[in-house]
């Protein structure tokens, strides 16, 4: 039973069926694991042993009775950003540190049916800003290939577990690059699915026409099943689509000849590593072994992706974070003098500083005199964006580059200087201004640090990404490498 925590979803349900385990035997060794480095990782913020081991027990009885779901007493996390009932859902933030949700968000209530057990919630950057989880009110958390390094953000908290094998599998948001970023920087697959693809009904909003919901795993078969439980339509998100969710799983084994791959020339200029460069220049080689071909795409566009999602996201975020004013919902400043007083405190007090930046910037682009320059222009040249990728897929299937600029940066390098840290989504955030599916999948290594390969499709197509991400993973081995320290 020993390497239980190396294992991926599949690999461990083959051991649950044939009875070589039992789901509390696997989930007591995985809780093991996260008591013995949860301290030095800083991954989580809420470990949930006792209902945890419940589940487990429960999904052992519903086996041993021949029933239980897709995912039946297999293990897996989730951000802290996803609603749970009963249990704490903070965002990262001290202004939610003693809410206690209500109610599931709509995909915690579909893995908890088919099965999945719930080690926790994992920690992140304040309201899902950041690209470093350095703006987590709990602290940042550490990358396992080295701890004083980001693990990337804002699901840092989820990378870092499903690296450093305290799990095996791991929801997570993006609204810029929070899954596909981390995925990159720890080695692990980010799939960010199309926006309207799952519900965002439970998953506290950030930027809602940006925010999608995704997971984080170590091999595209593990995200392929979790995402075909977590996708689909939802009568509670009006922005969730009444598309039929294909069978990623069926889907993943079909050949990838002939598949033609865009390749983005601004992608590989001077703001890229150049030893990231060469990762990913190889692995674009290796899909060409594999039977695709790669075409030349222009999006001349594509370099205002990053000033125009800095306009959008604050936007939304000001308007979706002011019900947090210590009456509706948050902390609730003291003493409060008059109701004025009662407003600015207690946001004032729950609110870090780059969601305060990003609240204030927000209300300027949205404010009287500045909405048309600002707020109007981004979403036009929004369109602009969107139109680059859907002429791309008029000649390809899937376009493929970097997923972030640079490996993992030290801790503190970076988050006084917010554009520097900005940057670090240059490549992703194009996929969300458009709504297209993009997923990291692992590539490579620059100084012992892990690279990410990006891989956008058209919409609705994660079939396409993941089985891309199988393919690879079938012909390389990167995936399998891991972190020295949590072997
Ligand atoms: N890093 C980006 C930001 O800070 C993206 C965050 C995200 O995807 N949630 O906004």
Not at 229 to 240: K, L, P, Q, Y
């Amino acid at each position: 039973m020993t390497g239980l925590h190396c294992r991926s979803l599949s690999e461990l349900s083959a051991g649950l069926d044939a009875g070589e385990f039992s789901s509390v035997e696997l989930t007591q060794a995985l809780l093991d694991r996260v008591a013995a480095h949860g301290e030095t990782l800083n991954a989580f913020i809420t470990v949930t042993a006792e209902q945890a081991l419940a589940a487990a027990d429960a999904a052992d009885k519903a086996r041993a009775a021949g029933k239980g779901g897709a995912l039946n007493g297999l293990p897996i996390v989730h951000k802290d950003i996803f609603c749970t009932r009963g249990v704490k859902t903070s965002c990262g933030s001290k202004m939610l540190d003693d809410f206690v949700s209500p109610y599931d968000a709509t995909i915690v209530e579909r893995l908890a049916a088919a099965g999945a057990v719930v080690l926790g919630k994992t920690n992140m950057d304040e309201f899902a800003m950041g690209s470093s989880n350095e703006t987590s009110w709990y602290g940042a958390v550490r990358n396992p290939w080295d701890l004083e390094r980001s693990p990337g953000g804002s699901s840092g908290g989820s990378a870092a577990a499903v690296a450093a094998r305290l799990v095996p599998a791991a929801t997570a948001t993006d609204t810029g690059g929070s899954i596909r970023q981390p995925a990159a920087l720890t080695n692990t697959i980010g799939i960010k699915p199309t926006y309207g693809r799952v519900s965002r009904y439970g998953m506290i909003a950030f930027a809602s026409s940006l925010d999608q919901a995704g997971v984080i795993t170590r091999t595209a078969e593990d995200a392929a099943r979790l995402l075909g439980v977590m996708a689909g339509f939802d009568e509670r998100d009006s922005t969730c689509l009444d598309v039929p969710v294909p069978d990623y799983t069926g889907e993943l084994g079909e050949s990838i000849e002939g598949l033609k791959i865009g390749v983005v020339r601004q992608h590989f200029d001077e703001g890229l590593d150049p030893g990231c460069g060469v990762r990913v220049s190889e692995a674009i080689a290796a899909f060409e072994s594999l039977g695709a071909s790669t075409v030349d795409v222009d999006m001349p566009n594509i370099d205002l992706s990053v000033p125009t999602y800095y306009v959008v996201a604050p936007a939304e975020c000001s308007s979706n974070l002011s019900r947090f004013d210590g009456v509706r919902f948050g902390h609730r400043a003291e003493n409060a003098e008059d109701l004025f007083d009662l407003y600015c405190r207690s946001r004032g007090e729950g609110f870090g500083d780059e969601v305060k930046r990003r609240i204030m910037t927000g209300t300027y682009v949205l404010s009287a005199g500045y909405y048309d320059a600002y707020y109007l222009k981004a979403q036009q040249v929004r369109h602009l964006i969107a139109d680059d990728f859907k002429r791309a897929f008029e000649k390809v299937d899937v376009i493929a580059g970097p997923t972030s600029p640079t490996p993992a940066f030290k801790l503190g390098d970076k988050v006084d200087d917010p554009i520097t840290m900005y940057l670090n989504d240059i490549y992703t955030i194009g996929a969300n201004l458009g709504g297209f599916p993009g997923l990291s999948v692992p590539c490579g290594f620059v100084d012992g640090l892990p690279v990410g390969l990006h891989l956008v499709g058209h919409h609705f197509d994660e079939s396409a990404l993941l089985r891309c991400a199988h393919a690879y993973q079938q012909a390389t081995d990167w995936h399998t490498q891991c972190p020295e320290d949590f072997a």
